[in-house]
T-cell receptor
Framework: AQTVTQSQPEMSVQEAETVTLSCTYD???????LFWYKQPPSRQMILVIR??????QNATENRFSVNFQKAAKSFSLKISDSQLGDTAMYFC?????????????FGKGTKLSVKP | EAQVTQNPRYLITVTGKKLTVTCSQN?????MSWYRQDPGLGLRQIYY???????DKGDVPEGYKVSRKEKRNFPLILESPSPNQTSLYFC????????????FGPGTRLTVT
């Protein structure tokens, strides 16, 4: 069974600085997707960035980028130029590309606080 | 606008009173699922549906039922709610079980007293 581990329950960063959130996962599969979701106080699940496992190039979306290390099963999220609006829970998630259940496997989350 | 809608957004009920949380998507997706979110546990899948009339248990199905009579709708039914079902519930949909993109509804906050 796949598992996703986020080892940092809480983190804080000063506005305009850079922060990295850690995520490791365990799977025996070769074809899968990885995601980072943001959950602000509104509780909406917002997709931040995603990565296909077969792509070696790390995904980037504006101030958000990932460091995908497939052999190490690591998928960290880097937020550059942190803004107050980045304050939220962040979840790392895994989805099998060939699985029949189709579920996202989520980590327990990292609560990020951006301080002015 | 492509979206997944859920109703109600907030619900407070008492133990044993049957309730239904509705979920609807307008993207003609075949795959739909329900998750619950609890503090410190992340999101866990309750039930999923691969298509109309095809549903199956997820990781935490006890105490829940679902149905999929139409492609766009996937209601979550709690026949006899208990306090341990107090949680935040999300409906999600995608083209298939292995899709790159999955759309989440806005969430339903359920409190069972």
């Amino acid at each position: 069974a796949q598992t996703v581990t986020q080892s940092q329950p809480e983190m804080s960063v000063q506005e305009a600085e850079t922060v990295t959130l850690s995520c490791t996962y365990d799977t025996s599969e070769n074809n899968y997707y990885l995601f980072w979701y943001k959950q602000p106080p509104s509780r909406q699940m917002i997709l931040v960035i995603r990565q296909e496992a077969y792509k070696q190039q790390n995904a980037t979306e504006n101030r958000f980028s990932v460091n995908f290390q497939k052999a190490a099963k690591s998928f960290s999220l880097k937020i550059s130029d942190s803004q107050l609006g980045d304050t939220a829970m962040y979840f790392c998630a895994f989805r099998s590309r060939g699985g029949s259940q189709g579920n996202l496997i989520f980590g327990k989350g990292t609560k990020l606080s951006v301080k002015p | 606008e492509a979206q997944v809608t859920q109703n109600p957004r907030y619900l407070i009920t008492v133990t044993g009173k049957k309730l239904t949380v509705t979920c609807s998507q307008n993207m003609n997706h075949e795959y739909m699922s329900w998750y619950r979110q609890d503090p410190g546990l992340g999101l866990r899948q309750i039930y999923y549906s691969m298509n109309v009339e095809v549903t199956d248990k997820g990781d935490v199905p006890e105490g829940y039922k679902v149905s999929r009579k139409e492609k766009r709708n996937f209601p979550l039914i709690l026949e006899s709610p208990s306090p341990n079902q107090t949680s935040l519930y999300f409906c999600a949909s995608s083209w298939s079980a292995g899709s790159y993109e999955q759309y989440f509804g806005p969430g339903t906050r359920l409190t069972v007293t």
